[in-house]
C-alpha cells in the first residue's frame, strides 16, 4: 500500500471512529478529530521528506483495478505540484480544528456530524490531488462537494441554505460538461487501441484538432467554475458570506485550487493544442478576474466577501501564471497556490474570529481593534500584508514569479496584471485602516483577545507565510522538476531573449 | 392432423413457475378463510419468485430460440432481464405486503355505505399478489419474446393487472380510481397501435418473427412503405409503456394516483420489462432499418430527456416529481437504443438494474410519510424531514442523488456507462443533450434534499411511521444496492458484459 493510500485512509477511519463517538461529549469529539488530523500531518511530512525531488514523474505509485470493464483504476501518485498541495491540505485541517473550535456548536446537526464532515472531506481532497486515473479523479471531484454542501447548509450563517445549493449547482453543472469530456477521452483513447482512464497514457493520445478544442472545454470551463475564473465566479462570495471562517479557509484555500490544478493536469497535459489555442482568451479572463475581483473586493461591506473578491483577484493571477506557460509563471503559480491557501486561512480565520467576537460582519462595525485586541489585531494586518504581497512574506515571491513570466510572452497582460497589485493595497490597506485603527467605535471597547487556542492555530499559518518568504527555495524545488515536466508534455518551452537585448 | 408443439419446459420453467403461482394464489383466494387467506398469499408469492429465480440460475447457460418454437429466445439478455425483473419484484413485494396500502374492498363506490361497511368489518383485498404475479409472468415473457403475437400477448399479460392494481389505493381513491381509468384507456389505445403494427409488419414480410421481420428488411433494402408504417406504429406501442415523450402523458397521473408500493413495482418492473422487449426489437428485427428509426427515435431521446426534465422543475408532488423524473430517465435508456452496440446493450441492462433499486427505494420511502390522512405528497410538507427522521431523509437524498447521478452512487456508474455507448457509436450531440438534461435534472433532486435537511420543519403534523420489518428490508436493499453499484460497481458491470447479447 502506497503512503499516499494511507493518507488517504487515515481521515476516513478516523471519521468512523467519530462517528461512534457518543453525541454528547462534544469536547471528546473535537479532541479525537485533532489528533487524527494531526497524524495525516506527520504521515504528509513523512511523505515529503521521502519525496525525491530529482526523479521526474509519479512518485508513491499505487494502481489497483476498480472497475475492470472500463479500465477504471484506483491510481495515485504525486508530483511536485500535487505534493505541496496535500501538503497544504493536512497542514490546514488540524489549523481550522483548531481555530474554529466553536464553530460547530451553532449548527442544524450536531457537533459530530461536523467533524465526520470534516474528515471525510479532508480524505477526499487529498484523493483528488493524488489521482492519477481521470476517472477516479472526476468521482472524487464530484462526490467532494457533497460534504461541503452540508457542511455550508448545516453549519453557515445568514442565508445559507441557499449559498449551499447554488455552489453546488454551479459544481455539478461544470462537472457534468467534464464528464462528457471524460467520457470523449475515453472513447478516443478505445479507439486508439485499448481504452485507458490512465493520465499519462491520455496524454500520449493523438487528438484531432475540433475534439480536442471542445474536450479542452469540457475540462475548462469545470475547472473555471471551480477556481473560480469571472464570470463563472458569481457563486462564490455568497458561499464565502454563508459559510463557518472553517469552511471557507477549506473551500478557497483547498478545494478552489483543485480547479487550478486541474488545469496543470488534464487541461495543459492532455490538450497542448487546444491550451494553445485558448490561451489568448483565457489569458485575457485572467486578467478580467484580477482586476475585477480586485475593484469589487474594494467596496466590500461584509469582511467575508471582501476576502472572497479577493480572492477571485488572486485565482485570475494563478490562471495567468500557469497559461503565461513559462517555467516561471507555472511554478510561480503552483508556489501561488500554496501561498495564497495559507494567506486566505489567515485571513478567514482571523476575520472569523473578530466576527465571532463582534457578532457581526459588517467593516464598518469595526474599529480600533489595534487597541481592544492588539495579538488578533496584528495577526490579520499580517494576513493582509500577506494578500496585498508584501515582500517578505511569501505570496511576494509567488507573484512576482507569476508576472515576470507572463511578462516574457504576455506583457500587456503583465502589466495589466500590475494594476491588481496595487488595487490590492488599496482594498487591504482600507479594511485595515477601518477595521483596526483609530478609536475603538461603540461596542469594540469590550471585545476579548485571542486566547491560547487561537494564538496555536494562528502561528504556523504566520511562520509559513514569513519562512516561505524569506526561503521559498525548498518549496520551490519540490515544484521545478514537476513544471518542466508538464510544460513539455505541452511541448512549450521558455521563450529566449533575442540577440542584442 | 396438428401435432402438439414441442416446448423445452425447463427453460420456459421461470415463467410458468410465476403463473402457476399466480394461480395457486387465486385458489387461495377462494378456498381460504379470511384470516388464512392474508397469511398465506404473502409467502405464496415470496416462494414463487424465488423457485423461479433459482430455475433461472440453473439454466443461465443455456442459448437457444426454439425453446417455445420460435416464439421466445432464451439468451443472455433475456435472462439477465427476467432476473432483474425476479430480483426488483421480490422487493416490490415487500412493499406491496403493507396491505394498508390497499382498499378494504375495491369494487365498492368510493365513500359509499358498502365501502365503510366493508371497512368496519376489517375486510381486506388480498387480490394484489396473485394480480402482481400474474403481471410479473407478462413481464417476464415480454422481453424474451420474438414474434409479434407472443409479444402482444405479453403486452397485455402485463398491463391488464397493472391497470387493475392502479385503482386499488386505500386512500384518496377516486383519483387511484382516475388513474386506473386513464391507464387502461391510454394503454389500450397504445396497444391497438401496437398491433396495427404489428399489422403492417407481417403485410412487409409475411412473417410474426423477428427474425423474419430483419431477413425481410435485408431482402428488401428497408426502405418500403409498409416497414416505415409498421415500425412507426409499433414504436408508438413501445414508447407508451416505457413513457417516451409525446406518450408519456398518463405517468404523473398514474403514478400519483396508484398505491405507492404499487407505483414502485410499475415503475421500476414495468421499465425492465418494456425497455427489454424494445432493446430486442430494434436489436434484432430493426437493425437494418436503422436508418429509418434512428432519427425518430433519437428526436424522442432528446424530447423526453429534455421534457421530463424541465417538467418536473414545477412539480410540487414528490409522486409526480419521480414520475417525471421516469420519463427523464427513459430518455436517457433511449440512448442504449440508439446506441445499438453490445456495449449499449450492456450499459441499458446495468441501468436498468441502477434505476430498478433506486426506483423502489424512493416509493418505499414515500410510503412511510404520512399525516392522518395518509401518505403525504406534497413536498412543500416534506420540510425538515432531515431533522425528524435522518435516516429515511438519508436514505431518500441517497436515491436521489443516484437519480441525479452523483458520483459513488449507482445511478452515475448507469449514467457513465450508457453515455459512454452513446458517444462510441458517434450519438455525441445524445450525450450532450444527455448532460444537460441532467443538469436540470438535479436542480429538482437536489431542490428536495434541500428542503428535507436545510428547512425547519414546521408544525405541520407529518410523520414517519415506524415502517414494517418488511418495508425495511425492501429499503435497506435499495439502499445498500445503490452505493454498492456506486462504489463497487465491477461485479454487475462482468455479469452485463456477459449477458449482453441476443440471439438473432
Not at chain 2, 222 to 227: H, Q
Amino acid at each position: 500500500m502506497s503512503i499516499l493510500t494511507a493518507l488517504e485512509l487515515i481521515p476516513l477511519i478516523g471519521a468512523f471512529i467519530v462517528g461512534f463517538l457518543p453525541n454528547s461529549s462534544s469536547k471528546l469529539i473535537k479532541q479525537v478529530s485533532i489528533a487524527i488530523s494531526l497524524l495525516v500531518t506527520a504521515v504528509s511530512i513523512l511523505m515529503a521528506v521521502r519525496f525525491d525531488s530529482a526523479t521526474p514523474g509519479f512518485q508513491f505509485v499505487e494502481s489497483r483495478a476498480w472497475i475492470p470493464s472500463f479500465n477504471i483504476n484506483y491510481a495515485v501518485g504525486v508530483d511536485g505540484i500535487a505534493l505541496v498541495l496535500i501538503l497544504l491540505t493536512t497542514i490546514l485541517v488540524p489549523i481550522v480544528f483548531l481555530a474554529g473550535w466553536n464553530e460547530s456548536e451553532g449548527g442544524r446537526w450536531s457537533v459530530k456530524t461536523f467533524y465526520v464532515l470534516l474528515l471525510v472531506l479532508e480524505s477526499m481532497m487529498i484523493g483528488v490531488f493524488a489521482a492519477t486515473d481521470v476517472f477516479l479523479f472526476y468521482v472524487i471531484f464530484e462526490a467532494m462537494l457533497v460534504p461541503v454542501y452540508f457542511l455550508i447548509g448545516g453549519y453557515g450563517v445568514g442565508e445559507r441554505a441557499a449559498a449551499a445549493i447554488k455552489f453546488l449547482l454551479y459544481s455539478l453543472f461544470g462537472g457534468l460538461l467534464m464528464l462528457a469530456a471524460v467520457i470523449g477521452i475515453y472513447i478516443i483513447s478505445t479507439n486508439q487501441g485499448g481504452g485507458t482512464f490512465d493520465v499519462t497514457g491520455l496524454s500520449k493520445l493523438t487528438i484531432d484538432h475540433p475534439t480536442q478544442n471542445w474536450l479542452f472545454l469540457g475540462f475548462f470551463i469545470a475547472f473555471a467554475i471551480k477556481a473560480p475564473l469571472w464570470p463563472f465566479h458569481t457563486w462564490l462570495p455568497s458561499a464565502a458570506k454563508s459559510a463557518t471562517a472553517g469552511t471557507s479557509t477549506l473551500l478557497l484555500g483547498v478545494l478552489d485550487k483543485v480547479g487550478t490544478y486541474g488545469m496543470i493536469r488534464f487541461c495543459m497535459t492532455l490538450f497542448p493544442d487546444a491550451t494553445k489555442t485558448f490561451t489568448p482568451v483565457i489569458i485575457t479572463l485572467a486578467v478580467i478576474s484580477i482586476l475585477y475581483g480586485a475593484f469589487l473586493a474594494i467596496g466590500q461591506k461584509d469582511i467575508n466577501s471582501l476576502i472572497a473578491f479577493t480572492s477571485i483577484s488572486h485565482f485570475g493571477f494563478i490562471t495567468l501564471g500557469i497559461f503565461a506557460m513559462t517555467s516561471q509563471g507555472l511554478t510561480g503559480a503552483t508556489f501561488y497556490m500554496v501561498n495564497h491557501g495559507f494567506s486566505t486561512a489567515a485571513l478567514f480565520l482571523t476575520a472569523g474570529w473578530m466576527v465571532h467576537r463582534r457578532k457581526s460582519a459588517t467593516i464598518s462595525d469595526f474599529g480600533g481593534l489595534q487597541r481592544v485586541t492588539p495579538i488578533l489585531a496584528w495577526s490579520f494586518f499580517i494576513a493582509g500584508m500577506s494578500a496585498l504581497a508584501l515582500p517578505g512574506l511569501s505570496s511576494f515571491v509567488s507573484e512576482f514569479l507569476v508576472l515576470v513570466g507572463s511578462f516574457t510572452k504576455y506583457p500587456v497582460a503583465a502589466i495589466f496584471g500590475t494594476f491588481g497589485i496595487v488595487l490590492a493595497a488599496l482594498y487591504v490597506l482600507i479594511v485595515v485602516q477601518r477595521a483596526l485603527h483609530g478609536e475603538a467605535k461603540p461596542g469594540n471597547e469590550a471585545l476579548s483577545d485571542l486566547n491560547l487556542r487561537e494564538k496555536i492555530a494562528i502561528a504556523p499559518v504566520i511562520l509559513i507565510l514569513v519562512v516561505a518568504g524569506f526561503f521559498p527555495k525548498p518549496i520551490i524545488n519540490l515544484i521545478n522538476p514537476a513544471t518542466a515536466t508538464v510544460m513539455s508534455h505541452a511541448g512549450v518551452s521558455d521563450p529566449t531573449a533575442k540577440a542584442g537585448k | 392432423m396438428l401435432t402438439a408443439p414441442h416446448l423445452n419446459y425447463a427453460l420456459l420453467a421461470p415463467i410458468l413457475i410465476v403463473l402457476g403461482g399466480a394461480l395457486v394464489g387465486v385458489l387461495a383466494e377462494a378456498f381460504l378463510s379470511k384470516a388464512l387467506r392474508a397469511k398465506a398469499q404473502l409467502p405464496i408469492a415470496l416462494i414463487t419468485l424465488a423457485a423461479a429465480f433459482v430455475q433461472l440460475i440453473r439454466i443461465r447457460n443455456e442459448r437457444s430460440i426454439i425453446a417455445a418454437v420460435t416464439s421466445v429466445s432464451i439468451d443472455g439478455a433475456g435472462i439477465f432481464l427476467q432476473g432483474t425483473v425476479l430480483v426488483l419484484a421480490f422487493i416490490g413485494i415487500l412493499l406491496i405486503a403493507d396491505t394498508d396500502n390497499f382498499t378494504a374492498q375495491a369494487s365498492a363506490i368510493p365513500g359509499s355505505t358498502e365501502e365503510n361497511l366493508s371497512i368496519q368489518a376489517g375486510k381486506q383485498q388480498s387480490e394484489v399478489f396473485p394480480l402482481t404475479l400474474f403481471a410479473i409472468s407478462g413481464m417476464m415473457l415480454f422481453p424474451i419474446a420474438t414474434d409479434l403475437i407472443t409479444l402482444f400477448v405479453a403486452l397485455e399479460v402485463l398491463s391488464l393487472p397493472l391497470y387493475l392494481l392502479a385503482g386499488l389505493s386505500r386512500r384518496r381513491r377516486l383519483l387511484s380510481q382516475e388513474a386506473a381509468l386513464k391507464y387502461f384507456l391510454l394503454g389500450a389505445y397504445s396497444s391497438a397501435f401496437f398491433l396495427f403494427g404489428a399489422a403492417f409488419l407481417y403485410g412487409f414480410s409475411g412473417s410474426l418473427s423477428l427474425y423474419g421481420i430483419a431477413d425481410a428488411i435485408h431482402g428488401s433494402g428497408g426502405n418500403d412503405l409498409f416497414l416505415l408504417i409498421g415500425l412507426l406504429f409499433l414504436s408508438v406501442g413501445l414508447l407508451f409503456k416505457v413513457g417516451a415523450v409525446p406518450f408519456h402523458s398518463w405517468t404523473p397521473d398514474v403514478y400519483q394516483g396508484a398505491p405507492t408500493p404499487i407505483t414502485g413495482f410499475m415503475a421500476a418492473c414495468t421499465k425492465v420489462a418494456a425497455f427489454g422487449a424494445t432493446l430486442r426489437i430494434f436489436y434484432v428485427a430493426f437493425y437494418a432499418a436503422q436508418w429509418s428509426w434512428k432519427p425518430i427515435i433519437a428526436t424522442i431521446a432528446v424530447l423526453t430527456m429534455a421534457f421530463g426534465a424541465i417538467a418536473a422543475l414545477a412539480q410540487r408532488d414528490v409522486k409526480r416529481t419521480l414520475a417525471y423524473s421516469s420519463i427523464t430517465h427513459a430518455g436517457f435508456l433511449l440512448l442504449g437504443v440508439m446506441a445499438l452496440s453490445k456495449s449499449g446493450l450492456s450499459a441499458s441492462l446495468f441501468y436498468l438494474v441502477a434505476y430498478g433499486f433506486a426506483t423502489l427505494g424512493a416509493f418505499g420511502i414515500v410510503t412511510l410519510v404520512r399525516d392522518s390522512a395518509g401518505e403525504v405528497t406534497d413536498i412543500n410538507r416534506w420540510v425538515g424531514l432531515g431533522k425528524k427522521s435522518p435516516l429515511v431523509a438519508s436514505a431518500f437524498a441517497l436515491f436521489l442523488l443516484s437519480f441525479g447521478g452523483v458520483p459513488l452512487t449507482s445511478g452515475f456508474i448507469g449514467k457513465f456507462s450508457i453515455f459512454s455507448a452513446a458517444y462510441e457509436s458517434g450519438n455525441i450531440y445524445l450525450v450532450v443533450v444527455g448532460v444537460l438534461s441532467s443538469a436540470i435534472a438535479l436542480f429538482f433532486y437536489l431542490r428536495i434534499v434541500l428542503m428535507m435537511f436545510f428547512a425547519e420543519p414546521t408544525s405541520d403534523t407529518v410523520s414517519v411511521i415506524i415502517p414494517s420489518a418488511l418495508t425495511r428490508i425492501a429499503i435497506t436493499i435499495c439502499a445498500a444496492m445503490t452505493l454498492l453499484l456506486g462504489v463497487f460497481p465491477s461485479f454487475l458491470l462482468d455479469i452485463t458484459k456477459t449477458f449482453a447479447g441476443f440471439l438473432s
